[in-house]
């Protein structure tokens, strides 16, 4: 299978990986592997088709302005017949939704914005440069020929691409269609997902002394509808191979895509690869050279993609992120876009240990004299807790081998104001 690279717009993959990890760059392409642009689509109408992805190119069926118009509230008229006379006789009133009349000879006629230019008008003259006395008007400026007309056609021609495949139909776009007269789409089907939880720690709602919230199964869920995904939500599995593996069994023929989080590790209680192989999947990625998210598995169970997160939250946020989102960006049939594809500087200095490419929070606090965002790092480089995150407008990424970085240096980063748009 062809897979097109798509980089991770960091260059975080700057030295080689040890042997035992996948670079972050090898992880995308093994992700992207698994997962095909859905063939499943539906006719929505336009008022319920925001935020869906577009399955084929939409083109104007007519070129738009339909019919000349005016651009102003004004008078049309004939330049020739003004420059015969002084002042023009009204001769009526031309409204927006009216049909098309004809303009008398040696006559004007009072016009409103977006009305049909009478035939034989060759040019409008706003109202603000009139002068109304006894049924005539007059005019203080000279008008030339196709002043405040806005001709038809001269927005867009017939055929002209109005939205592309692939592309998340957002409010500006149903603008665009609609006054094309577009009342229906055709869009893919949104992909199902489903999410699991790991550990026997974790709990919803009360818990036991010596458990503690499940914050990563709700924070999937969420991304992955914003992301344009129907979700399951199956729960918190236990840590008992048994039960993994009863609970994995038959999902590959439900689902696009599998998604967990914990248990993907070497800890005496990760089964998560055991378990996906039992109920006859496959694991065809482990480990990535990545802070936070090294125990990042990949693989298929049926027709369904499995990517297994770790367990710590943000290492989950992070992951979903670098390898969901594009999966998800796939099945929709759109191009997955880089990770951190915005420029930055960094407004701190910090020294680090290299050999694995990291991800953090990070806070636009200023723009500098050049206009590029400074950014300031938040947190302590701790996987496990989202406090960080919950102050963050974006991640920035820094490459394997980077050990230093000071004031003013080059960044990547995304801000979260790019999540759900286009992906």
């Given amino acids: 299978m062809h897979i097109d690279r798509v980089t991770p717009g960091c260059g975080c993959d700057s030295v080689l990986p040890p042997a035992d990890m996948m670079s972050v760059a090898d992880a995308l392409d093994r ?25 084929n190119t939409v083109h104007a069926a007519e070129a738009m302005p339909f019919f000349d118009n005016s651009a102003m509230d004004g008078f049309a008229l004939r330049c020739d017949d003004l420059a015969c006379l002084g002042a023009l006789p009204i001769a009526g009133t031309v409204a927006a939704g ?67 495949a692939g592309a998340r139909i957002e409010a500006h776009h149903i603008g665009l269609l609609a006054a094309n007269g ?53 729960g918190i599995l236990s840590d008992d191979l048994e039960a993994t593996v009863a609970a994995l069994k038959n999902l590959g023929a439900q689902y696009d895509l599998i998604l967990t989080s914990g248990a993907v590790s070497m800890g005496g209680k990760d089964h998560i690869r055991e378990a996906l192989v039992a109920a006859g999947g496959d694991v065809q990625g482990w480990r990535v050279a990545l802070k936070p998210g090294k125990p990042v598995m990949f693989g298929k169970l049926g027709g369904a993609a499995f990517t297994g997160l770790p367990g710590n939250p943000f290492a989950v946020h992070v992951g ?104």
Avoid at 212 to 225: E, K, V
């Fill in 98 to 164: 009216e049909s098309p009349r004809a303009l008398p000879e040696g006559a004007a006629l009072h016009i409103f914005t977006g009305a049909p230019l009478p035939q034989g008008a060759d040019a409008v003259v706003m109202v603000e440069c009139a002068v109304e006395k006894q049924g005539h008007v007059s005019f203080t400026t000279k008008p030339e020929v196709g002043d405040n007309i806005r001709h038809a056609g001269s927005d867009q021609a017939a055929g002209q691409e109005l939205l592309v």
């Fill in 31 to 55: 992700a992207l592997a698994l997962v095909a642009p859905l063939a499943d689509t539906l006719s929505l109408r336009l008022f319920d088709s925001f935020g869906r992805t577009v399955a």
């Fill in 320 to 423: 979903f992120h670098m390898y969901v989102l594009p999966q998800i960006a796939r099945l929709l049939g759109a191009v997955p876009a880089p990770f951190a594809p915005v420029p930055a500087v960094a407004g701190f200095n910090w020294t680090r240990k290299a050999g694995r490419a990291e991800v953090f929070p990070v806070r636009l606090v200023r723009y500098d004299s050049t206009g590029m965002p400074v950014l300031e790092r938040l947190g302590r480089s701790v996987s496990a807790t989202l406090l960080p995150l919950g102050q963050a407008d974006g991640l920035a990424i820094v490459p394997a081998d980077c050990g230093e970085i000071s004031t003013g240096a080059p960044l990547s980063w995304r801000p979260f104001c790019i999540i759900g748009e286009d992906p």
């Fill in 182 to 234: 577009i009342e229906t789409v055709e869009v893919v089907r949104r992909p199902r997902i489903a999410v699991f939880s790991t550990g026997d720690e974790l709990a919803s709602g009360k818990r036991k002394l010596g458990q503690i919230p499940d914050a990563n199964r709700p924070m999937l869920i969420a991304l992955a509808q914003v992301a344009g995904a129907d979700v399951d939500d199956l």
